[in-house]
């Protein structure tokens, strides 16, 4: 490892020759409804670092369980049924159908994805997010001005997601939207549940909720917004019924009935999107996931504003493992004008923000920052899935080998960027995903976290 002074001066960017586009095919073809315009996108260069050697602090966290669906009535998809029923399988697509047309709106030019996603170039106020009463007949708010202690220079900005490399883009006025399909329905337990976190208690600990985590938080002050900079791995996820993220949770509440969350990361997660692909994506709720919220534009709620950015759409380039290493940098923030949480990705324009009016306790403030991994673990046979977290190494390993998040850093009162302090550290089982946190002149406060999940330690 460099030392010291090494690690403090400019860093290279890494060796672009290491990205790798994995690409599958499409068996089915869709009509592209415009000519494709080339346009030249915002590139963000993936930046190098060697860190210092990273100090462990491990201390007791109230975990945030996600977990979400209507409590409604539904219509359960993945019913066992020997016998073939005609009239109920014409209504199941009926009602698949019609929800399809309630979310895809119409588009403007649509894009094929190298990945086989059709991304829909949708105009602005006709989005997901124009259904909300609240919203109704009104067009997307211009971008407020960024927290101070933001740093535009920081890094170059890229677009960073693979639908994007053709150089194609949605024309101005018009947002990309990830083109949800019936297959992406039917991998859902219900309509109702599609693009929802699966309802469970929420606990101020998971030891025994099948979701399991290695976090970093801060509590205990008033905040407005949060900023970091996350590793971006493709995790091998078990199964189906599984999830591997990375992300950032701005939270406010009890941790009962009344929790508010706002989250933004990558995930992988076979039943939301059908593969293993790393996907930026963002959540919501108000009543801790009971009715409310949603990933990315599948309900209304988030108003998008960037024509570049597809929420829910495959990042590229990925890391690897003692290869080139990717990552991202998100920032979450609420407006002190208009009271609206505004969401950044890389250094670019602005993706777009969660509407004031959709919390209660985030009206005003957060009262906990939480940075981290989390998977769901189903255990397969009875044993602990095969399903990892971040790279699928533990922390200890280091750079180029462990995920990491750097530059961690808080919004405060006066609408200014700072580091976080008093950051506190926990794997809520340790032999299966674990995490070592940090702090130097280059990444600031950092840690590195991850693991394989079943192993001899964690059986």
């Known amino acids: 490892m460099m030392d010291l002074a090494k690690s403090q001066s400019k860093w290279r960017h890494f060796d672009h020759r290491r990205r790798q586009h994995h690409r599958r095919t499409n068996s089915q073809t869709d009509t592209v409804q415009e000519s494709r315009n080339k346009t030249n996108s915002s590139n963000m260069a993936p930046i190098y670092y060697k860190t210092s050697p990273i100090i462990p602090t491990f201390v ?32 199941k697509l009926q009602m698949i159908r019609a929800h ?27 989005q997901p997010a124009f259904d909300h009463p609240q919203l109704k007949g009104q067009n997307p708010l211009e971008s407020p001005e960024t927290p101070k202690g933001e740093n535009p220079d920081e890094m170059v900005s890229e677009n960073h997601q693979l639908w994007s490399l053709s150089g194609e883009s949605c024309p101005e006025g018009t ?61 091998r996820v078990a199964n189906q019924y599984e999830f591997s993220l990375s992300q950032m949770w701005v939270i406010s509440g009890s941790f009962g009935n009344d929790l508010n969350t706002i989250e933004a990361g990558w995930q992988v997660s076979p039943e939301l999107y059908g593969d293993s692909y790393p996907r930026f994506f963002t959540y919501w709720t108000s009543d801790a996931y ?7 534009l599948l309900c209304s709620g988030f108003v998008q504003t960037n024509n570049r950015i ?24 609420k407006d002190p ?15 777009g923000y969660w509407p004031s009016f959709l919390f209660t306790h985030l009206r005003n403030h957060a009262n906990m920052v939480q940075f981290g991994g989390e998977v769901v673990n189903t255990r397969p ?9 971040g790279s699928g190494h533990f922390s200890g390993e280091g750079f180029g080998k462990s995920s990491y998040f750097r530059n961690l850093q808080v919004v405060d009162w006066d609408n200014s960027l700072i580091p976080v302090s ?26 590195y976290y991850g693991g394989p999940g079943r192993n001899v330690r964690c059986p």
């Open 175 to 235: 947002i990309p939207i990830r083109r949800t399909t019936e297959q992406d329905v039917l991998r859902a337990s219900s309509i109702q549940r599609f693009g929802r976190k699966i309802r469970r208690p929420i606990r101020r600990d998971s030891s025994s909720n099948g979701h399991e985590h290695a976090v970093g938080y801060v509590s205990g002050q008033e905040y407005y917004g949060a900023k970091a900079s996350i590793n971006v791995w493709a995790p």
């Open 100 to 126: 399809l047309e309630k979310i895809n709106k119409p588009s403007t030019k649509t894009i094929q994805s190298p990945d086989g996603d059709l991304i829909d170039c949708v105009l602005s106020h006709q």
């Open 422 to 447: 008093n950051l506190r550290v926990l794997a809520d089982h340790p032999n299966c995903y674990d995490i070592r946190g940090g702090i130097n002149n280059v990444w600031g406060n950092y840690f």
């Open 290 to 296: 009971q009715a409310t919220g949603c990933y990315n």
């Open 60 to 91: 007791v966290f109230f975990f945030l369980v996600n977990s979400s669906v209507f409590p409604v009535h539904s219509y359960d998809f993945n019913q066992a049924n020997q016998t073939f029923r005609p009239t109920e399988e014409l209504q």
């Open 337 to 351: 004008k208009h009271g609206n949480w505004w969401l950044q990705f890389g250094s670019g324009p602005l993706v």
């Open 381 to 389: 046979s009875g044993t602990h899935t095969l399903t990892q977290m």
């Open 310 to 333: 597809a929420i829910g759409a495959a990042i590229s380039p990925r890391s690897s493992y003692q290869g080139g290493q990717y990552d991202i940098s998100l920032l979450v923030w």
